[in-house]
């Protein structure tokens, strides 16, 4: 359908529209007017009606009554007329006989009349507030629609008639307009087919006019931007070569091929950026494969070391570990997913029984797992095993938990604590030996004056009950020096146990003492009174007293003092714990060397008097009782404090145990 035919309809239609409400209202307005009026025409009708004969009607004239219906059925519009008495019987009736024979329904408006084609109406006839009849009356609507009729018909030959003109005007419009439109399609179809430098012609200055203009410059801009777009798809043309050419490079590089250079790196459009960015990825699959094969050199390294490393990621999850963890750890490895906690590792090995002599597994697990600060810790195993553990933490990375087996090392340490107990045993000898000596004499003594007086004959049961009572209290003494030797010279049991530190103290410092005194050196011993309880072997800290007593000895004859004190003190359940103070008058250790007095082998004795390893082995046993052993220089000399925490305990049997009064 042309624009021309739309513009034609649609005015038509607007036309059509238009008449068609037009000619609704008029018919509606001018209907309902003339129906309203004859509807109120017949009420008004039987009014005067009811009027005029209610004086008939009281008198039962029936002369009058039937002149009235006569006058009034001779007019057109009054159909029939009947009068009726109160009583409802007819006194007179007159007008149209098939009107009169149907029965009355009174028509409530004029829509309730057009079936018929008659307005019933009635009126009662009321005289004096008495109503003696009443009037029927039938009004004929016929002329009125009649006159609708030919209203509705001259309605629509006007309509009929704009509608004819508004076509012939539509279409003389149409077609000025659509000459316009004719140039712009042909245009169109021009540019459609490639033509761009096509112009249309331009006529009048209306909007077609101006459409017409913008059309030719569209057309005359589309031609520009082709050329434009021309250079610019030539442009790209050459640009997806040297795309193509760098996707082989970079297809060169993923399949790990050696490339000998990235053209076009020096460009400075977005092919140069392709191209150095290919650069730099090359450079960086280089680092990654460098980086690669050195991390599988580390891992090699790693399985090649006998100290087991695990590293557990921030998330606490295993990402890690050497062929050394794996094997000796391979029961417990075997239980546990791939990526196991080391939480859960210490917890399957519970359940598994590698972590032997744990009372409290909770409390033991939270606390291998509180040491993160790279500090060494002891892990005993099953099989007499003991690892030498250290967990640390590494910012971006996690946790890197090691282990090396210590137990030959633990073993040599015991054999060099016992050798040198027993060399300690051999220095301690002479002393040791006066102390038995005494009570030798005193049971020499009673025996000898024992026998005197039997060989006189001059004893009695008093005398003899006194001297083999005496002789029983020395054999006592000299029992309690040799069992405290033997004790202290059996070897270490690696079985951590409470024991009393005061009751410690007191017994191997009285051992002690008789080496001290052959060498012009007093001991003075400072407890404060009760018991304090600490947990570890206490052979091995006995030994450790014994090596600081030893020490502070050497020290001051090292010096040249010839009146030598050495001073053991405590003090129990402080903020320390309980803290032991070996102080001497020595003259002090060097304060450039306080620092390495704990490092093995080293030593500030001359050859051949000392190892080096009796202050080192010394600190690792506080440590491994969980205390702290430090030095530091006195007025006198040295003063070496040892603070050990506390153990609650409320009483501790022991299997062997020396009286302190020994």
């Known amino acids: ?41 017949a009420e008004a009708v039987s009014r005067i009606f009811a009027n005029a004969v209610s004086d008939a009607v009281i008198a039962t004239d029936l002369a009058t009554l039937d002149a009235t219906i006569a006058s009034a059925v001779s007019d057109e519009e009054v159909t029939y007329l009947r009068i009726k008495s109160a009583s409802g019987a007819v006194l007179a009736q007159g007008g149209d006989a098939a009107a009169l024979a149907t029965p009355f329904v009174r028509d409530a408006d004029f829509e309730a009349a057009q079936s018929d084609h008659l307005i019933d109406v009635d009126l009662q006839i009321v005289v004096a507030g ?113 795309v193509e050419v760098l996707v082989g490079c970079l297809r060169d590089i993923s399949e790990d091929r050696d490339i000998a250079e990235v053209p076009d790196a020096k460009r400075p459009d977005e092919i140069g950026d392709m191209a150095r960015a290919t650069v730099a990825f090359y450079n960086a699959k280089k680092k990654i494969e460098r980086a690669r094969l050195q991390q599988q050199r580390l891992v090699s390294a790693f399985d ?40 859960g590792f210490l917890n399957t090995g519970l359940k598994q029984g590698a972590f032997p002599n744990v009372a409290d597994k909770a409390a033991w697990v939270d606390e291998q797992m509180a040491h993160q600060n790279g500090s060494p810790y002891e892990i005993q195993r ?34 060099l604590i016992q050798a040198s107990k027993l060399a300690t045993l ?18 020499r003594m009673a025996a000898t004056n024992c026998v005197k007086r039997i060989d006189k004959g001059k004893w009695d049961v008093d005398y003899l009950r006194s001297k083999l009572v005496r002789v029983g209290e020395q054999t006592s003494r000299a029992a309690q020096i040799i069992d405290h030797m033997r004790l202290f010279g059996r070897k270490a049991d690696g079985v951590h146990s409470p024991f ?22 007093s001991l003075t011993l400072d407890l404060p009174d009760g018991t304090a309880f600490v947990m570890g072997e206490r052979v091995i800290f006995e030994q450790v007293l014994l090596n600081l007593v030893s020490n502070a000895h050497d020290a001051i004859q090292s010096s040249g003092e010839t009146e030598g004190k050495i001073v053991v003190s405590a003090s129990f359940d402080g903020e320390d714990g309980h803290v032991i103070k070996v102080t001497d008058n020595g003259g002090g250790v060097p304060e450039a060397l306080l620092d390495k007095l704990f490092e093995p082998f080293f030593t500030t004795k001359d050859p051949g008097k000392g190892t080096g390893l009796g202050l080192s082995i010394s600190f690792g046993t506080i440590r491994d009782m969980g205390g702290k052993l430090s030095v530091h220089n006195a007025q006198t000399g040295a003063c070496f404090k040892i603070c050990l925490p506390a153990f609650q305990h409320e009483a501790v049997v022991e299997n062997e145990q020396i009286d302190p009064a020994a």
């Open 500 to 521: 009393d530190l005061r009751q410690s103290l007191t017994e191997i410092l009285a051992l002690a003492r008789p080496k001290l005194s052959t060498g012009d050196v």
């Open 426 to 443: 051999g220095e301690m000898a002479t002393g040791v030996a006066h102390e038995l000596n005494q009570p030798l004499g005193v049971i």
């Open 130 to 242: 008495t109503a003696y009849g009443a009037i029927e009356l039938g009004l004929s609507t016929l002329a009125v629609e009649e006159q609708i009729s030919q209203a509705l018909k001259w309605n629509i030959l006007v309509a009929l008639l704009g509608m004819s003109l508004v076509a012939v005007f539509g279409y003389g419009l149409g077609t000025i307009l659509t000459r316009q439109l004719r140039g712009l399609r042909q245009g169109a179809r021009a540019i459609a087919a490639g033509d761009l430098s096509c112009q249309i012609k331009v006529h009048g200055r209306d909007e077609l006019a101006d459409t017409a203009r913008c059309f030719n410059n569209m057309a005359q801009k589309l031609e520009r931007d082709r050329a434009v777009l021309q250079e610019q798809q030539d442009e790209l043309l050459d640009k997806k070569a040297r």
């Open 1 to 41: 359908m042309s624009f021309r035919l739309k513009t034609i309809l649609g005015i038509a239609m607007i036309e059509l529209t238009v008449m068609v409400a037009l000619i609704g209202f008029n018919h509606f307005a001018l209907g309902g007017s003339a129906s309203t009026q004859l509807y109120e025409r």
């Open 304 to 343: 090649q070391v006998d100290e087991q490393v695990a590293i557990f990621g921030t998330d606490g999850t295993l990402l890690f570990a050497n062929r050394a963890f794996r094997s000796f750890n391979a029961e417990i490895c075997e239980a546990l997913p791939p990526h196991f906690t080391l939480r």
């Open 382 to 415: 099953s099989g007499n095993c003991v690892l030498l553990a250290t967990q640390s933490r590494i910012e971006g990375i996690g946790t890197v938990f090691s282990a090396r087996d210590v137990t030959e090392l633990r073993n040599s340490e015991n054999q």
